[in-house]
């Protein structure tokens, strides 16, 4: 079974930085490519960053510049690095992968940054 663990949000300070941890179990980790989501509120869930599994990362034009998308797979955990927070980061911070056309999400981890 495809599981995915979100942690590492909180709340922090606009300029400040979070370091986002996707863990995940049940499928063949370094196989598939990885994103990561957020959703913020009366707003739609967007795209924020994907890594292949060649390592080739994708970014949001949104934080282009501020995020960093990285994996490990010897720990099956992707890893999503954000600085220079501002309070629009603020939203619920989902973990995605497709595997064999079905969609896993995780349950989400909340960012907060206040201004």
């Known amino acids: 079974q495809v599981r995915l663990v979100e942690s590492g949000g909180g709340l922090v300070q606009a300029g400040g930085s979070l370091r986002l941890s996707c863990q995940t179990s049940g499928l063949t980790f370094k196989i598939h490519t990885i994103h990561w989501y957020r959703e913020a509120p009366e707003k739609q869930r967007e795209l924020v960053a994907s890594?292949?599994?060649?390592?080739?990362?994708n970014y949001a034009d949104s934080v282009k510049g501020r995020a960093t998308i990285s994996r490990d797979n010897a720990w099956n955990r992707v890893t999503l690095r954000m600085d220079s927070l501002k309070p629009e980061d603020t939203g619920v911070y989902f973990c995605?992968?497709?595997?064999?056309?079905?969609?896993?999400w995780g349950r989400g981890t909340q960012v907060t940054v206040s201004s």
């Open positions: 890594i292949g599994s060649d390592g080739s990362a």
């Open positions: 995605y992968v497709k595997r064999g056309g079905t969609d896993f």
